[in-house]
């Protein structure tokens, strides 16, 4: 069973995935509003397109949220908790109210060297941003190294270099 938001109310629309073929679209019906909508599943040529050149990050499930992976940009990646109206580059689809609307930067850069860096900072957050469970402090920026944690509320994301596995 998987669930996915309506877009014109925000509440889960639960369907069942494992019949559904790669490629596929599906209208599903919203029972709170009364909205039908199509979605597309992505075929697994259209998956292998998206491009994690600068690594991603794993959002754990929890009671919160599914399973989530999101691609790195150069640059700044600004992540936080989904919320219509507020403009994130990463939003993080959770209902995790311990996470903010604009919760945390990471920073992709490259350096001399050529090599991918990662660095996390805070997004003057309520709560903080942990990584290995350290919290950083108001403007410290750290570098952030293949698999280790972030943690944002009760929301854990590991970040990851390159492609994910299958």
Do not use: W
């Amino acid at each position: 069973m998987r669930k996915i938001r309506c877009p014109k109310c925000e509440e889960f629309v639960r369907f069942e995935e494992s019949r559904i073929e790669p490629g596929a679209s599906l209208i599903l019906h919203c029972e709170n509003c009364g909205k039908n909508f199509s979605v597309k599943f992505k075929s697994k040529e259209e998956k292998q397109s998206i491009d994690y050149t600068y690594g991603h990050v794993i959002v754990i499930e929890n009671v919160f949220c599914e399973k989530q992976i999101i691609p790195l940009q150069l640059g700044e990646n600004l992540l936080g908790r989904r919320c219509p109206g507020t403009v994130v580059s990463s939003p993080i689809d959770t209902g995790d109210m311990s996470m903010d609307r604009k919760h945390c930067i990471i920073h992709v850069e490259i350096n001399k060297r050529g090599e991918i860096i990662h660095k996390v900072e805070d997004y003057d957050s309520l709560v903080g941003t942990f990584v290995m469970n350290e919290i950083l402090q108001k403007k410290e920026k750290r570098i952030v190294e293949d698999g280790e944690i972030i943690t944002l509320g009760a929301t854990t994301l590991i970040l990851k270099k390159g492609a994910p596995e299958e």
